[in-house]
C-alpha cells in the first residue's frame, strides 16, 4: 500500500492504458487494459483501478509515453529509456524529457506541486521492434533500453552540461513514419539524418504520421499523408520530414497528433489543425479534411497552452485553465454530456460534487493538464484532481469498474479531494519468479492485428481494418 500523500503530476492516456507520475517521480500508476504487459506489472491482466508500478520505485521517472500496447518512460537520474508491452512501435524522441521540462517550466511555473511533465500520446503500434530492444520480444515489466544512445553529453567532466539534442525512430515504418528515408522497419534506434543542424524541441507521432517542431518555430511533416495530416498541401506520403508552410510564415511552438489530424499551436497562441475531420476532429464547424495548417477560429480569442490528440477527438487547453472537446464522442471521451459527434469546441465542465450527475449542473474549474486516449479523456484541475471520462470498458477510467461517462468524474484514489494515494494497491511482483520476455509465437495462436485478422504490413493501405472497433481480446495459446 502506498501510505505516503502525493501531489499531481503527469497522465497520459493510449488506448486502453493509462499512466500516472506524482509530483518528483516517487510513485508511478498504471490501470487499464494490460493483456499485452503495457501496464508493467508483470503479467497480462487488466487493473481497474491505479495499481502502483512498485518497479520502477526509486528510479526518478519524469516522463511517460503510452502507446496502445506499450509504453516508455524517462528516469531523470539513471538517464535511461524504459519501455515495456507488445513488441510492435513507431517512433520517440531521444530527449524525451527535455522536451517535457521545456513545455512545463514554460506553461507551468505557478506551483511547485506541479513538476508537470509535457507527455504525448503515442497513438497506434506499428510493427516489429517497437520497444527498442533489438528484438521481437513481449515485456512484462519496465526494461532499460539497451540500444538507446545517452541523452546527456560531458562538457569539461560535468555531466548535462552539454546537451546532445537528437530524435531517432524505431518500429513500423510501412509509410516513412520514422523519417529515414526508407519504408524499412527498424528494431533499434536510428537518429533522423535530415535533422542534422537542425534544433528539434518537439515531435508527436500519430498512427502512421509524425510532426515536428524546431527551436525557431519551424514545423516538419513525414510519414502517411493521405489525408492531408501532413499539413503539406496534398495527400502524399513522405519518407523524410518536410517543413509545412505556416500562415503567414507564423512560428509553432507545440504540436500533436491524432490518429490521422495534426494538432499545432503558434508562438502566439493560436491554434491551428489539419488532415482528417470526418468526425469533425478538426473543430472548424464542418467535416471537412484541411490539407494545410487552419486556424480554429472558434478558440482565435483564447491563448492556447497545451493541445492533446485521441483517436478521433481533440483537446485544447487554454492559458487560463478552460478546457475545451470536439470531434468523434461515441461513448462520451469529449466529455459535455452526450454522445454526439462535435465539430466545434466546446467547454468541459466538471462535477460540483460525486452526488451531482446531471452535466446541466457542471461547472467550470481550472485545469491545468489534459490528455487524450484513444477513446477515453483524462485532466488534472488545479486542485490537484483528477477527472477521467469516455470509454471505461478496460477499467481504464480508473473508478474501480469498466462502465462509460460521457463526463468527468474524478479518480478518488489519486485526488486530493479523494483518498490522495493513501488506498493505492502496489504490483505484486516477484522479480525472481517467471520470466520478462514472453514472445509472441508463445501467446498467440497467430498475430492478429486490432480487427482480429492477421496484420498484412503494406505499404500506404491507411485503412481502418487494423483498428480497434471493439474490445476483443487476441487469441492466446
Not at 472548424?284 to 485521441?310: C, M, N, R, T, W
Not at 483518498?419 to 509472441?440: A, F, H, N, T, Y
Amino acid at each position: 500500500m502506498a501510505e505516503e500523500e502525493m501531489s499531481l503530476s503527469d497522465v497520459s492516456g493510449a488506448f486502453c492504458q493509462v499512466l500516472f507520475i506524482s509530483a518528483a517521480g516517487n510513485i508511478i500508476c498504471s490501470w487499464g487494459r494490460g493483456e499485452d504487459g503495457q501496464l508493467g506489472h508483470g503479467d497480462a491482466e487488466d487493473r481497474l483501478s491505479p495499481t502502483r508500478l512498485s518497479s520502477l520505485d526509486g528510479h526518478d521517472i519524469i516522463s511517460i509515453t503510452c502507446g496502445a500496447d506499450h509504453t516508455i518512460a524517462y528516469s531523470l537520474s539513471n538517464a535511461e529509456v524504459y519501455s515495456w508491452g507488445w513488441y510492435i512501435l513507431h517512433i520517440i524522441y531521444k530527449h524525451i524529457c527535455i522536451n517535457f521540462l521545456n513545455s512545463f517550466v514554460k506553461f507551468y511555473p505557478f506551483s511547485p506541486l506541479f513538476r508537470l511533465i509535457l507527455t504525448y500520446c503515442n497513438l497506434m503500434r506499428g510493427d516489429f521492434g517497437r520497444l527498442g530492444h533489438g528484438n521481437s520480444s513481449d515485456l512484462f515489466t519496465p526494461q532499460p533500453i539497451k540500444h538507446y544512445m545517452p541523452l546527456f553529453g560531458c562538457d569539461n567532466g560535468r555531466r548535462g552540461a552539454k546537451l546532445e539534442l537528437e530524435v531517432a525512430g524505431w518500429g513500423r515504418n510501412q509509410n516513412g513514419q520514422l523519417g529515414l528515408g526508407t519504408t524499412e522497419d527498424s528494431p533499434v534506434p536510428q537518429k533522423i539524418k535530415a535533422f542534422q543542424g537542425i534544433s528539434i524541441k518537439m515531435v508527436a507521432a500519430g498512427a502512421e504520421h509524425t510532426a515536428a517542431i524546431s527551436k525557431e518555430g519551424a514545423l516538419y511533416g513525414w510519414g502517411w499523408g493521405r489525408y492531408g495530416n501532413l499539413g503539406l498541401g496534398d495527400r502524399n506520403d513522405r519518407l523524410v520530414p518536410e517543413k509545412v508552410s505556416t500562415l503567414n510564415e507564423e512560428k509553432m511552438n507545440m504540436v500533436a497528433c491524432g490518429w490521422r489530424h495534426t494538432i499545432s499551436v503558434s508562438v502566439t497562441g493560436g491554434l491551428y489543425t489539419y488532415g482528417w475531420s470526418k468526425y469533425g476532429q478538426l473543430g472548424h464547424g464542418d467535416f471537412d479534411d484541411h490539407l494545410v495548417p487552419y486556424k480554429v477560429e472558434a478558440l482565435a480569442d483564447g491563448s492556447i497552452k497545451q493541445i492533446s490528440g485521441g483517436w478521433r477527438h481533440t483537446m485544447a487547453l487554454t492559458s487560463d485553465g478552460k478546457l475545451y472537446g470536439w470531434g468523434w464522442n461515441k461513448f462520451g471521451q469529449v466529455g459535455v454530456g452526450d454522445n454526439s459527434d462535435i465539430c466545434s469546441p466546446v467547454q468541459v465542465k466538471f462535477p460540483n460534487d460525486q452526488a451531482h450527475s446531471c452535466y446541466c449542473c457542471f461547472q467550470i474549474l481550472k485545469v491545468v493538464q489534459v490528455s487524450c486516449g484513444w477513446r477515453h479523456t483524462l485532466a488534472v484541475t488545479e486542485e490537484q484532481n483528477i477527472f477521467s471520462w469516455g470509454r471505461g470498458t478496460n477499467g481504464q477510467l480508473g473508478h474501480g469498474e469498466s462502465m462509460d461517462r460521457n463526463f468527468p468524474k474524478i479518480i478518488e484514489a489519486l485526488s486530493v479531494e479523494g483518498s490522495s494515494g493513501q488506498q493505492i494497491e502496489s504490483s505484486k511482483l516477484d522479480p525472481l519468479s517467471g520470466k520478462s520476455w514472453v514472445s509472441p509465437a508463445e501467446r498467440y495462436a497467430v498475430v492478429p492485428g486490432e480487427s482480429g485478422q492477421t496484420v498484412h504490413s503494406e505499404k500506404g493501405n491507411g485503412g481502418d481494418v487494423d483498428v480497434p472497433q471493439n474490445d476483443a481480446k487476441r487469441m492466446r495459446m
